[in-house]
């Protein structure tokens, strides 16, 4: 990264000659095509941006791209334009930027920056996992892309854990989702939300419990079968969890046992599946 930082309506109908002559001439200079070298105007928005004036410095970077389109100084100033934003907090022109840099310039050598910046424009938002999680999932999707698209980047490592970290947020919400549906007895619209965790979030600290919950779901529902096989697949998978000791216990109660029934939506979920 230390490369990229080298771097009116009218009045009325009344108004005077004198007043609609100035506004003639502010209009004519809004129009005008600065003529600045584009190296020059680039240095400028640098100083700015070294000075501390992140806001001045976009607009500089912008004014490039807008006076010399497709020079090989505008293409820098775009990428700055995001990287700049970042620092600032202002993540939507990041992500806005960012996006148009892929977009004009998809096979540069850069772009795999580009999509970092707004992998970590969305991330910087992730709320806590009691709000709408649109962001966190959209920090999923951003990092995923990097690590399919470039995955022998500088970026990359940071993309796959933070990936992780953005599964285990989604997994989370889910969980709280299907506690809250547990609490009312809503059992069916409860094994969605476990059942989601299971199938999509293996990976992540919450499918152990996600396995539990569905063992309570299905036996309070009266469908032993799953219940069993919920069971066995979590002992098979976490031997030593006390979500496993808790569901054994509650089959115990009805005088049953973790049983795997093989052809169920969860062993066919788990088979080849790994602990990590």
């Known amino acids: 990264m230390a490369r990229f930082m080298r771097r009116g309506a009218m009045a009325g109908a009344f108004v005077t000659a004198g007043l609609v002559a100035g506004c003639a001439s502010n209009d004519t200079d809004d129009l005008k095509i600065d003529n600045t070298p584009a190296e020059q105007m680039y240095n400028q928005a ?10 001045d410095a976009v607009k500089k970077f912008e004014d490039v791209d807008r006076a010399h389109p497709y020079s090989e100084w505008a293409k820098k100033a775009v990428l700055m334009q995001a990287y700049t934003n970042f620092e600032r907090g202002a993540y939507t022109d990041t992500i806005t930027a960012g996006r148009r840099f892929l977009t004009l310039y998809p096979g ?11 992998a970590e424009a969305y991330f910087r938002q992730i ?7 649109d962001m966190t999932a959209k920090a999923s999707q951003a990092y995923n ?16 854990r933070k990936l992780e970290i953005t599964r285990d947020q989604l997994a989370g919400k889910e969980m709280e989702v299907g506690r809250y549906y547990l609490t009312k007895k809503q059992y069916l ?3 969605n939300r476990f059942k989601t965790v299971v199938s999509e979030y293996q990976t992540t600290r919450h499918v152990e419990e996600a396995l539990s919950r569905l063992v309570e779901c299905y036996y309070a529902l009266g469908v032993t079968n799953e219940a069993q096989t919920a069971a066995a697949v979590l002992g098979h998978n976490y031997p030593d969890s006390q979500w496993y000791k808790d569901s054994y216990a509650l089959l115990k109660q009805g005088g049953y046992e973790p049983s795997e029934n093989t052809s169920s939506w969860i062993s066919q979920t788990f088979k080849g599946f790994k602990v990590l």
């Open 127 to 133: 709320p806590d996992v009691s709000r709408d999680q």
């Open 108 to 118: 540069s050598p850069d772009a795999a920056y580009a999509q970092y910046l707004i």
């Open 189 to 191: 619209a409860a094994i």
């Open 46 to 55: 640098l100083a700015a941006q070294a000075a501390g004036k992140r806001a």
């Open 145 to 160: 892309e990097l690590v399919q698209k470039y995955p022998t980047s500088p970026y990359a490592q940071d993309a796959r």
